[in-house]
Nanobody
């Protein structure tokens, strides 16, 4: 079992920044690639980005590339999503997810085993 708890969401003006955290427990952290997804009201869940178990590789959706950065701290069993240059269209509930292996970085949500409860990010114009 893996437990994931997100934090760091909130309300920010367009152009601002937020850093989301996802604290993991239960399984050896380095064994799991981690991903961030988001879901806006009335829309499907959308891949934001992912990071391998070692943290050596990251992948991003085109819509956030160059603005968002994923990192992980093995000592703290935590994954971060640094969001800069936020836009109103980034408004969504952001969730982290744990993959079935250290290199699973699929953009499809169906293969991820564990999910956090999500944290709301609202970007005002």
């Amino acid at each position: 079992q893996v437990q994931l708890v997100e934090s760091g969401g909130g309300l920010v003006q367009a152009g601002g920044s937020l850093r989301l955290s996802c604290a993991a427990s239960g399984r050896t952290f380095s064994r799991s690639a981690m991903a961030w997804f988001r879901q806006a009201p009335g829309k499907e869940r959308e891949f934001v980005g992912a990071i391998t178990g070692s943290g050596g590789s990251t992948y991003y959706a085109a819509s956030v590339k160059g603005r968002f950065t994923i990192s992980r701290d093995s000592a703290k069993n935590t994954v971060y999503l640094q969001m800069n240059g936020l836009k109103p269209e980034d408004t969504a509930v952001y969730c982290c997810a744990a993959g079935p292996g250290a290199y699973y970085t699929s953009s499809s949500p169906s293969g991820y085993n564990y999910w956090g409860q999500g944290t709301q990010v609202t970007v005002s114009s």
